[in-house]
């Protein structure tokens, strides 16, 4: 993959084809991704900014550098343009009615401030209508779960011809045999095109039940309930809200939906967790980058254990490193660390 490096104001800075002799470019589809290469510290400039691939649709943010004086060698790493959105707060309160995809879209227009060069693009302003509040979150933050919802997510690319970073909501295609549009995409042993199988389920972080709690106190607190347990077994969850209430400005059912519009959202962090890792066989079967990308969803089949899925892209890993390129595949739902499992029960 080619590379180049970028100053504050996105001119070429430095060689502009970089040589590097470690590259590690980590796609996530539903949360921000991040980078590292490494390269000779005489092709090091201080005012290298970003790193630039027009092979992908990232843009690196040179976030931390170390020098390595006996190597002769500094690693630039950081996260993709996309954490720029964790820089800035919805504030004061943010209302609307309509498409999720609509309310992130508005919301990044309206307070993206002085982020460089961000313009949102065109979307598909489909999906569910709703209504929605939020305050005080982050624009990443806000965004990521907004979007996730309805399988979507979205990216910062930089088009280097216009000079300006496109804020785009996007969904990965449907490439499983339940559907015609698009060609098939199977992953299996049989196919021969996987190999280092990591496949995982944990549902201890489970729950299907939630009340959420938002305006008043005690018998006068206004809730909304979000009921997925299908009249089985409940394992409840108290959701705290901070959206407020205005009766002047809406109606109390309109404020309750946006209640449930946060537990909505806020029901993914309780959800079974499945996932299951590998590395895509190069040369056999599909073709990344052009057969399936980051987003899309698959057939896989797991024959030694009987297991099947239809499964999203949610993150690929990509290392170039001793004339290898290898690529690392990950499916299904993001898997919580202790601290996020610790934390959200």
Known sequence: MEIMALNGDFLPEGPTNLTYFDLAWNRKYYETGQFSIQIKAQDYRADMKYIF?????????IQKVVYEEEEGMVVLSGFFYERKLADKIIWPAFERYGTRSG???????????????????GFEDDGEEIQKQETGTTLEEMAQSTLQVEGRAYRCRYDFENDVVLFEI?????????????????????????QNVKAQSDGSAYKNYFVVGGQGE???????????????????????????????????????????????????????????EFDAVAGVGAVYLEDYDLGDKCDI?????????????????????????????????????LYEKARIR
């Open 301 to 337: 089949i797991l024959d030694q254990v009987g297991i099947s899925y239809e499964a999203r892209i949610i993150e690929i890993m990509e290392t170039w490193g001793n004339g290898e390129h290898r690529v690392t595949l990950t499916f299904g739902d993001k898997i919580p660390t």
């Open 53 to 61: 691939t027009a092979q992908r649709p990232e843009l690196g943010m």
């Open 218 to 276: 005690g018998a006068d607190r206004i809730t909304a309930v979000y009921d997925l347990s299908g009249g089985g077994y409940r394992q409840e969850q108290f959701l705290e809200s901070k959206k407020t209430y205005n009766p002047e400005k809406q109606s109390l059912e309109a404020y309750q939906d946006i209640l449930l519009q946060e537990a909505v959202e806020k029901s993914g962090k309780y959800v079974d967790i499945h996932n299951v």
């Open 103 to 121: 309310f992130v879209a508005a919301a990044v227009e309206r307070y993206k401030g002085d982020i460089p060069k961000l313009e949102v693009a």
């Open 170 to 194: 996007y969904r990965g295609l449907d490439r499983t045999q339940g559907q015609n549009g698009n060609h098939f995409v199977t992953f299996s042993r049989g196919f021969r095109n996987i």
